[in-house]
Structures are given as structure tokens and as C-alpha cells.
């Protein structure tokens, strides 16, 4: 069900609280990518440029809860937000609840934003505390989810704050509504062939995935280290590559129902193996099949690159979630980049691609290649979950459109 958006609602003269996700990269109080605080701008103008008051919440990193940690502080956040904005951004203090929070809110005019500091530094908010959310709102006349990248936690901004707004507008934002509209629709009515391309280390983290998508895609195509687990299942030697043990009777389970449903499960042919896991990879060498003992494998090989280059450049909906390798080393970042390449062609050819937000969003904005996606997720653990069939509480109390 299509739930309102921002635009639908009269923000005139209104304070407008705006869940957005600025869990961004900081370094020595640097931000290194801004990609989710340039994603919430469509939001935040449509709010300031129809005369309404955007209060903005969202958290940073994983603080104790124990009150303010200077390295966790979203104050760069709000510098960077009004030089995006071309405007000032208000930054009350080092708490987003108590008198200096609530006088900036009371005193802010039509068209001002301000950004509240980090809601984690209360510990109620993990909780999803319903009297610390009561305080978060400020007196609140509208509520704005734009954060998908917490969408899957039932916290207290994103659950307990939208519930103490009673009949007030409770709606989506922009971009949560694009998010919601390209991976629900992928999932939901996908243009056939459907490719879901998973990979990263854990099989364990994307098992609910496979078998979710497996009855409605044509073809699952698996990499990363989390392929490991299925070859071993399969019998083959994987040298010492990462395998979950405890998982290997479900990955067994999954490559019968793969069959029985006559889905296609692609897994590695061949593999770019190192002794050692670092950037150098010690000795490296490409191993078809069965991986020799002292070896693991870093990265898909150049026959499993083309391979799933080919399936990928034939469908006409992708999703993909998880790098083919470890492509944080130079040496082990060919397969992420094979399988970008191939999703930007078949973009081109009018597919759908969907890149699933996490280390394979990062992937191709390091390699400039995030341009050439339908659409590129700004949540890893949500778009997962979304890839599972999970609903989402702080998405289902909005209102309907």
C-alpha cells in the first residue's frame, strides 16, 4: 500500500520533524561521503521552501548511550548540510532533548532548518522509549520518515516519536519513498529475467534472502566469501577460504530447493586465491574448481566474471547486494567491478538495476560508477530485510496516500 508523501501535506507555518539518516563516514571530523546527507535535500527543501520549520534527528555511529561523546557528534553533519543547503543550519548544543533543544525549536522561523544532536546518546532511543520520544518531537505538527537506512528498527525516533503525534500527518519522505518504490517493486512485480546477485562474507546474513527470492527469480547469483559455504557443500575443496560450518547443511538445503524449483544458483567456477588476507594477498593465484590447501579465495575469477557478466547483461530487473570479493585490496576488486560494468550495460539496455545499498553501494561510488544505476540504496540492513519480505513497523503507521 502507497503510503503520503511530504509534498501531499500543507507544511506552512508548521514544525515539521524529519527523520533522516546521517550515519555518515567521519575521520578526524571530515565527512569522506556525504551521499546520504545529499539524498535528504529534496526532503528538507520541499519542507523550508513551503514555509515550514524542519527539525532534523538522526544518529551517528554507535555511542554507549551514556550522554555526549564528542567523536560522535553530528556537528560536522550540520555544517555540511548548510553549505548543501546554501543556507545556515541551527545546531542547538550537545543534546537533542532539554531546554536548549526546545528554546532553538521555539525560536526557529518559516524556511529554518535545524539539526538536533545524536539521538543515540540517550539510550532510550534504542529502547524505543515513548517519554523520551515525547520529548524528541518538540511539540511536532508533522512527521517525515526519510531515514531507510533505519527503517528495519523500531526505535524510538522511527516508532515511538511518529505514535506520539497521534492524528497529526505521519508521512514518507522522498527518498524512503523512492526506496520503498524500486526494492518492493523489484521484489514484488519484477520485469523477467529477475538476476539477484548477493555476495559478501556471511552466508548466514543473506541465507533469508536466497530463500525468499528463489521462487520469483530466474537466476541467484552468489560470490563473495559467502560462496564458499555452498562449494563446500557441494564437496569441493576450498582450500581456506571462509566457511561457515554451522550453515553448510542449510546451503545443502538451498541448492535442492534451487533445483526442485529449477531456479539457476551461480556459484564461482574458477577463483582468485592469496595466502594471506591484506592487500598484497602474499602469493596469488587463480585456482578453476578446487582451490589448493594454504589458499583462500579473495575474489571471483575471470571465467565466473564473465560468466555472471553474461546473465546480468540479459536480465531485465537486477538487484545486488554484497561484493564478489575483498575489494577494499586492489588485487581482489576486479570481480566488483566486472559485475558493476555489467549492470551499467544492461541499465543502458533498459533494465532495472537496483544496487542494495552497504559495501556495494560504497563499491561504486569508489569506482564513479553510481551514476549508471536505476538506483542505488542508501541502507544495507534495511534493503536486506526488504529483501527478505520483511515489513517494516516505522513505515507501516504512516499514513496511507
Wanted: glycine share 10%; net charge neutral.
Amino acid at each position: 500500500m502507497s503510503k503520503k508523501n511530504i509534498a501531499a501535506v500543507d507544511v506552512n507555518g508548521k514544525n515539521v520533524f524529519i527523520r533522516v539518516d546521517f550515519n555518515v563516514p567521519i575521520e578526524d571530523g571530515k565527512i569522506s561521503d556525504d551521499r546520504r546527507i545529499r539524498a535528504a535535500l529534496p526532503t528538507i527543501q520541499s519542507v523550508i521552501s513551503r514555509g515550514g520549520r524542519a527539525i532534523l534527528a538522526s544518529h551517528l555511529g554507535r555511542p554507549e548511550g551514556k550522554g555526549f561523546e564528542a567523536e560522535y557528534s553530528l556537528e560536522p553533519v550540520a555544517k555540511r548540510l548548510g553549505e548543501l543547503l546554501h543556507k545556515p543550519v541551527g545546531f542547538p548544543g550537545n543534546d537533542c532533548i532539554g531546554d536548549t533543544a526546545a528554546a532553538a525549536v521555539n525560536a526557529m522561523k518559516n524556511g529554518e532548518v535545524i539539526l538536533l544532536e545524536n539521538v543515540r546518546f540517550h539510550k532510550a532511543e534504542k529502547k524505543g522509549d515513548p517519554a523520551f520520544a515525547e520529548k524528541l518531537a518538540h511539540g511536532a505538527d508533522v512527521y517525515v520518515n526519510d531515514a531507510f537506512g533505519t527503517c528495519h528498527r523500531a526505535e524510538a525516533s522511527m516508532v515511538a516519536v511518529p505514535k506520539s503525534l497521534g492524528s497529526k500527518p505521519k508521512v514518507v519522505g522522498f527518498l524512503v519513498e523512492k526506496e520503498i518504490k524500486y526494492l518492493a517493486g523489484a521484489i514484488s512485480k519484477p520485469t523477467k529475467p529477475f538476476v539477484v546477485v548477493l555476495g559478501g562474507a556471511k552466508v548466514s546474513d543473506k541465507m533469508a534472502c536466497i530463500d525468499n527470492l528463489l521462487p520469483k527469480a530466474d537466476a541467484i547469483i552468489v560470490g563473495g566469501a559467502m560462496a564458499y559455504t555452498f562449494l563446500k557443500a557441494l564437496g569441493k575443496n576450498v582450500g581456506k577460504s571462509r566457511v561457515e560450518e554451522d550453515r553448510i547443511a542449510d546451503a545443502k538445503k538451498t541448492i535442492d530447493l534451487a533445483a526442485k524449483l529449477k531456479a539457476d544458483l551461480l556459484l564461482p567456477v574458477d577463483h582468485v586465491c592469496g595466502t594471506e588476507f591484506n592487500e598484497s594477498g602474499g602469493d596469488i593465484e587463480v585456482f578453476d574448481e578446487n582451490i589448493k590447501d594454504g589458499f583462500m579465495g579473495l575474489d571471483i575469477g575471470p571465467k565466473t566474471q564473465t560468466k555472471f557478466a553474461l546473465t546480468i547483461m540479459r536480465a531485465k530487473t537486477v538487484v545486488w547486494n554484497g561484493p564478489m570479493g575483498v575489494f577494499e585490496f586492489k588485487p581482489f576488486a576486479v570481480g566488483t567491478r566486472e559485475i558493476a560494468k555489467a549492470m551499467v550495460e544492461a541499465t543502458k539496455k533498459g533494465a532495472t538495476t537496483i544496487v542494495g545499498g552497504g559495501d556495494s553501494a560504497a563499491a561504486v561510488e569508489d569506482m564513479g560508477l553510481s551514476d549508471g544505476f536505476s538506483h542505488v540504496s542508501t541502507g544495507g540492513g534495511a534493503s536486506l530485510e526488504m529483501l527478505e519480505g520483511n515489513k517494516f513497523e516505522s513505515v507501516e503507521l504512516l499514513d496511507n496516500a
